[in-house]
């Protein structure tokens, strides 16, 4: 698959000046991977010279041979172990830098998260997608890349000692020099053909495991999110049906890719068998008519196995190249969706003429039960400091005219004048896990609003009660009411300061008298604010200035 969008945003984390030690710190891994293949080449002469030894049965030799072997061994240990580390150094360092992008890229400020969700078209998972796939690509782009340098470093090494030790051959009066070299390339070329045409599939089913390990993970989550709504319908049984077809779902696939991986690993690790055994095989002519010793024979299977080990880099990497395959698609899938919705977002924003004051004309597209789309027409005007009541039946398009006002929908037709500063307060108020003095200000920072204002807002609302417990930490979700949920909402709403409020069903868990003292707090910290509530309570629709009622349109 190519992965354009990814590979562009791969660029702009990784190929720019602040990204200098990172570069810094992968040319020092790769550094000491290649003093490790060196060392690896010592140690192949080494075993040449003490096998010898062996062989000559020559005692101070051998030992002269142990002693050395010490100090080459240590430093290659202590060489490899901190290029380990510089390794595990780099991918934590890359990894931060790579999500970070993508979680700007969701939480942009053209709200792509949201459009995309909006869209149907959103990819399953994108914040799984952002966690596990972009930890994914980090480190098997740097595992790969450093392995693949490493395997070139390996052949350049290797392969000069190959074809200086085995000599020439003659096939069929054809002198061949390096011969052994020659058959090693061979070798791995038709194991890499054959690697490919038995692990071809693994790509997609990567791609379905990821999937459904995201999906298993999401579900349990909305299982905890819902707990009340799932204890009060005594919906335990059909919750533990559909998580365990989830869950086999995803073995079924777990089983269909072990089966892939069962059957490249036979090929994989038979041909790593015959790996150790073919260059003895093919040397042995030399070693019988006396042209080698039992040094050079051993040296001959040393430089053999590195140099067929490297060249068949694609071999064993081939299950880490589908991975790979795998999380950069789907991670590209989503810089798709996202980069959909930021045009999308711009094409919006231009449709919307700045004004003072909020007045909309416009024709909507609402599906009936049937699913056909009917026609509604909308059309208010709201200027600074009145308070607009929106009513209509159930399904009318109120939330529809909220979004299309909020700049996240497009109308059929019709035109759009609004303020630059718009607050939209839904029907349910996100709130976080942490302080309620984060939750009252939120998206601000809580230092940017002082202590006097939040208690005189709590006040205003009817949460005096909650005054005591600003810096306690809690899941403000399940501790407040939904009625304190939304007067929570509200409160955001005052401190944002906007020029427009769109209040969508945000005060339905509030009885009458609560709304209506909602309402005049607004009017009184927001005295220049156009305020545009939607609601079905009758007995708080008094309050407005103006009463807007949507209808379907009839032909």
Known sequence: MRTPRLARLLKEVFCTPSALTLALLYFVVALSNAAAVQGSVMLNEWNGRFFNALQALDRPVVLELLLEFVPLAAALITLLVLAQYAKARLLIAMRRRLTRALVERWLSPRSAHFLVRESGCEPDNPDQRIIEDARSVVTLLVSLSLSLLESL?????????????????????????????????????????ATHRIGRTLRALNYDVQRGEADLRTAFIEKRRHAEAIAGAGGEARECINLKARLETLLETLIRLARKQRDLDFFTVGLGQATHLAPIFFALPALFAGRIQIGGLMQIRGAFVDTARAASWFIFAYDDLAR???????????????????????????????????????????????GAPQDVPASLSAAPGRLIALTGPSGVGKTTLFKIMAGFSRPRSGSIALPRRIFWAVQRPYLLRGTLRENLTYPRSPQ????????????????????????????????????????????????????????DEGTSALDPAGVLRALEALRRALPQAAVVFATHQSSVVEAADRVVRLSPAHS
């Open 448 to 503: 940017e609003v002082e202590e006097k204002a939040l208690l005189d807002a709590l006040a205003a609302f009817g949460l005096e009660h909650l005054a005591p417990e600003l810096d306690a930490q809690d899941d403000w979700s399940a501790r407040l009411s939904g009625g304190e949920q939304q007067r929570v909402g509200l409160i955001r709403a005052v401190f944002a300061r906007p020029e427009l409020l769109l209040i």
């Open 153 to 193: 470093f390996t052949i350049g090494s290797f392969s000069v000692i190959l074809w200086k030790l085995s000599g020439s051959a003659t096939v069929f009066g054809l002198e061949i020099p390096g011969y052994m070299l020659w058959i090693c390339l061979a070798y791995t070329a038709v194991s890499a053909f």
């Open 324 to 370: 790979l395959a795998a999380c950069a698609g789907r991670l590209e899938e989503l810089l798709e969706r996202l980069e959909e919705a930021e045009g999308l977002r711009t094409d919006l924003a231009a449709a919307i003429r700045p004004s003072r004051e909020a007045r909309v004309e416009v024709r909507m597209a609402i599906p009936r039960g049937d």
